[in-house]
């Protein structure tokens, strides 16, 4: 993929790739100042292989 800034929204069961703007950050957490709402269900795991409009199902992390 390109360097641009970019997460993926999950809009039911679907992964939208959605470009980003970045502010502070540091080695575990990230600043989004536009592009994704306060709420938005964000994949933060195994979305290195996804690709825009790729289907997906949600999996609850387990807590430890």
Same mark, same amino acid.
């Given at each position: 993929?390109? /360097? *641009?800034?970019? $997460?993926?929204? $999950?809009?039911?069961?679907?992964? !939208?790739l959605?470009? #980003?703007? #970045? @502010? =502070?950050?540091? %080695? /575990?957490? %990230?600043? !989004? =100042?536009s @592009? $994704?709402?306060? @709420?938005?269900?964000?994949? $933060?795991? @195994?979305?290195?292989? =996804?690709?825009? /409009?790729? /289907?997906?199902? #949600?999996?609850?992390?387990?807590? *430890?």
């Amino acid at each position: 993929r390109d /360097k *641009k800034a970019y $997460v993926f929204v $999950v809009e039911q069961d679907t992964a !939208i790739l959605t470009p #980003i703007a #970045i @502010g =502070l950050e540091n %080695a /575990k957490e %990230a600043e !989004i =100042l536009s @592009g $994704v709402s306060a @709420g938005a269900a964000v994949s $933060v795991w @195994g979305h290195e292989n =996804l690709n825009d /409009k790729d /289907k997906v199902a #949600i999996q609850k992390r387990e807590e *430890k």
